[in-house]
């Protein structure tokens, strides 16, 4: 008896932190939900976009000391992908958030890479807990190859010199007195 006495404390020892969830009770869901305003969007590789989140308090209570993350991954194998390059301010650190209230983030990126790419946004305590971070749903970016003649201008110039030269070399020749023919 003495021995399933001990070992029902035991495990209530052991068990009550797991149950407790850490700070907050893992039956109290956790106040703060991330959405966004739109779940796909259509670029071309070079082109800026832009998106919203909103971190919205459901609790009771202000909260306080969130950061907000932008997070870019590709859904394709193979493909690297460095977030510092699809936009330079992926981190927020968001004011108070009043009971009820939100919270709007505006973020603008840039398609560096052509493919499927996943973008998101992530929301944490700055005391850095070992709760789950609240996250929005994944836009999805499609991002085209951009195919151009023109690549950053220089179709003018690619055309345009050689017939400039053309045109000047035709030019002296007519000033010299014309093209001359060599006859057998």
């Known amino acids: 008896m003495r021995h399933r006495l001990r070992l029902a404390l035991v495990v209530a020892v052991i068990a009550a932190p797991l149950v407790a969830g850490g700070a907050r009770g893992a039956d109290v869901p956790n106040p703060v939900s991330v959405t966004v305003d739109r779940t796909e969007i259509s670029t071309q590789l070079g082109h800026k976009f832009a998106f919203r989140s909103i971190v919205t308090n459901a609790g009771s209570t202000a909260v306080r000391g969130l ?29 108070p958030i009043e009971a009820g209230g939100s919270e709007t983030i505006s973020w603008g990126m840039e398609a560096v890479n052509s493919g499927s790419f996943a973008v998101y946004v992530a929301v ?5 807990g070992a709760e789950a971070p609240a996250t929005g749903a994944a836009i999805h970016v499609a991002v085209a190859r951009r195919r151009t003649l023109n690549s950053g201008g220089i179709l003018p110039l690619a055309l345009g010199i050689p017939a400039l030269l053309g045109l000047l070399t035709l030019g002296f020749r007519l000033r010299r007195g014309g093209f001359h023919t060599m006859t057998p």
Do not use: K, Q
Not at 67 to 95: C, F, K, M, Q
Not at 124 to 128: D, I, M, Y
């Open 67 to 95: 950061i907000a993350h932008l997070n870019v991954l590709s859904l394709r194998n193979g493909v690297y992908v460095d977030p510092e390059d699809w936009s330079s301010h992926r981190t927020r650190y968001l004011p």
């Open 124 to 128: 944490l305590p700055e005391t850095g």
